[in-house]
């Protein structure tokens, strides 16, 4: 980031912090895609990451005023729209994790997503139940520790690692899935 993005950027927050209509729809378009795709990994649907996204913008906007100006804005954003999807999630599906059991399972070769476009990844995920797929999400995309992800959505930690060797077994079924119709279209084609 150069330092007239970094200008503009701080510009932009200063707006923000002083209800600058103009500087807050800036700022959201400025980070539009970069927060959806964060928010479409953890919601079942394009409507839901929205909604999701816009409550997130509304803590930015109304928290920003304790922002470092400082430290680099994305992590704080960041944190906030994960935060946001983990939030959503409680309120909708939390009864699911209260469900889950221990499982242990092998691991598979994950080197067949690099033939998968990221929205059709996207969408294979979006077939995993609601808790599996967040605490996939959360460990494997983005990078949490069993002990974090027990503490953001109040599970054990044996939870986590149920629902993440769960919701491993399950894309592997999805994966399997998805190439044999895949298979059988281009036979067809």
Request: glycine content about 4%.
């Amino acid at each position: 980031m150069g330092p007239d993005h970094k200008l503009m950027l701080r510009n932009l927050i200063k707006g923000c912090i002083k209800n600058d209509r103009k500087c807050q729809r800036d700022l959201y378009q400025h980070f539009y895609a970069y927060s959806i795709s964060i928010c479409l990994r953890y919601s079942d649907s394009r409507d839901e990451a929205v909604e999701v996204l816009n409550e997130a913008f509304m803590k930015i906007f109304k928290n920003l005023k304790k922002f470092d100006l400082s430290r680099p804005f994305t992590p704080w954003l960041r944190k906030i729209l994960i935060n946001s999807c983990i939030n959503n999630f409680k309120s909708k599906r939390i009864e699911l994790m209260n469900e889950l059991h221990e499982e242990q399972i092998h691991s598979s070769g994950e080197d067949i997503l690099s033939h998968i476009s990221y929205n059709e990844i996207l969408g294979l995920i979006r077939k995993l139940s609601p808790g599996y797929r967040t605490v996939f999400n959360l460990y494997v995309i983005e990078g949490y520790k069993h002990e974090e992800i027990a503490a953001m959505l109040n599970i054990s930690v044996g939870t986590s690692k149920s629902n993440l060797a769960k919701a491993k077994k399950n894309m592997r079924i999805i994966l399997k899935e998805y190439f044999l119709e895949d298979y059988e279209r281009s036979k067809q084609g």
